[in-house]
């Protein structure tokens, strides 16, 4: 077995995979069922000043992912501090607590919430883009707290500028990201929006964000050397192994628990180990930003060769052939045929094997 352990600014996690805030972090009952679903460590559901009064309905599972528009906890702060967060702490693991959103409420809420915290996390959500309202909320946790302060962000467009400012203002972490939009989804049978909210709006999560949650990831890790969390569509093991390669120290699941239940942080350590044992990796550490050491060593890329097939693992269901715009692709009974004068290079091929049959030429 490899070793899942990960360690984050002194928060021990016995695995990386944390639930993230929301449903599945809804109140103290939800994260220990989390707790017992096998999560490495705790993330609370971001509580503010005031309960959040959540327009509904607030949740769809949409074709490649999920809409919500949920706001933070519709549960008092006072709920959370009388109760929910003793029984989150009874579970015995590493407890970061999510509040929310300008530096006048972290103030406020910050020094109520740290008797049960070993970490907070800052909401950027209703914060917007800019880049000074984001820092002073940090410096307003800082002030009040003496544990780590991680920011978790949204997938702004100046990520890159966001990431320094807040490792200059001494943040301890990132978590990347938060759920993207607005987006809309229309119910066919009404006529109206899917979600409940003023204008019809929701925001999307579940694998459809994964690249970009990626993509964000390596982009701040290229650029800070504070930890990273990673968040958005992780659905198994192997998207939790792409996101360390971006940079990832640990990560959170939000969707995937919301639609498989909390047995998915077990499964999913067990699928991040079958990954790594396949490998040859001893540890999830070892992986940690991988991409970003070979992308530093690459040279320009080249792949203008057609793809090499695998025989042994075609099974020629034709899946490649149907989808190559190039037409160099064509199967006889026993053999896949790639015409070297036609193909592209593309790559689609490639990402649409199941069998992983096709790979490029390196
Ligand atoms: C229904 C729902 C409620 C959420 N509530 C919160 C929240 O209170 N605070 C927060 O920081 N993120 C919240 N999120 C965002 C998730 O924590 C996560 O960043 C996002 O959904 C991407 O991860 P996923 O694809 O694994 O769901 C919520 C997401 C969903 C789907």
Not at 15 to 38: E, F, M, V
Not at 195 to 224: H, N, Q
Not at 228 to 249: K, T
Not at 266 to 276: Q, V
Request: proline share 6%.
């Amino acid at each position: 077995m490899a070793k899942l352990s990960v360690s984050v600014c002194g928060l021990e996690f016995a695995n990386p995979i944390l639930p993230a805030a929301g449903p599945p972090s809804r109140d103290g009952a939800t994260l220990q069922a989390a707790a017992r679903g096998g999560a490495g460590g705790l993330v609370t559901k971001t509580v503010s000043v005031v309960p959040a009064v959540v327009p509904r309905p607030c949740m769809a599972e949409i074709r490649g992912g999920f809409l919500n528009t949920e706001l933070w906890s519709e549960l008092a702060v006072e709920q959370w501090i009388e109760t929910e967060y003793a029984l989150a702490r009874s579970t015995g693991l590493p407890v970061i607590i999510s509040l929310g959103y300008t530096a006048d409420q972290i103030r406020q809420v910050a020094p109520l919430v740290r008797p049960f915290a070993d970490a907070l996390e800052l909401s950027t959500h209703y914060v917007g883009n800019d880049i000074a309202p984001i820092v002073n909320a940090l410096n307003a946790a800082k002030a009040a707290v003496d544990v780590p302060v991680f920011i978790k962000l949204s997938p702004h467009p100046n990520i890159q500028e966001i990431a320094v400012a807040l490792e200059d203002a001494r943040a301890d972490g990132l978590v990347m990201i938060n759920s993207f939009g607005p987006c809309m989804s229309i119910d066919l049978e009404t006529g109206l929006p899917l979600m409940g909210s003023k204008e019809g709006y929701g925001w999307l999560s579940g694998a459809a964000i994964k690249p970009l949650a990626v993509r964000c990831i390596y982009d701040a890790a290229r650029v800070v050397n504070i930890p990273i969390f990673g968040v958005g569509g992780i659905v198994n093991g192997r998207d939790v192994a792409e996101m360390f390669m971006a940079g990832a120290s640990a990560v959170q699941v939000c969707t995937e628990a919301i639609l498989r239940g909390p047995t998915v942080y077990a499964r999913i350590a067990r699928e991040l180990d079958a990954f790594l044992e396949q490998h040859g990796y001893a540890s999830v550490d070892e992986i940690k930003g991988l991409t970003i050491r070979k992308m530093a060593e690459r040279g320009a890329p080249q792949a203008e060769r057609p793809p090499n097939v695998d025989m042994e693992r075609c099974s020629l269901c034709g899946l490649c052939e149907i989808s190559c715009p190039y037409r160099a692709i064509s199967t006889s009974e026993s053999a896949l045929l790639i015409d070297k004068h036609k193909c592209f290079s593309c790559g689609l091929c490639v990402s649409r094997c199941k069998r992983q049959a096709l790979a490029m030429a390196q």
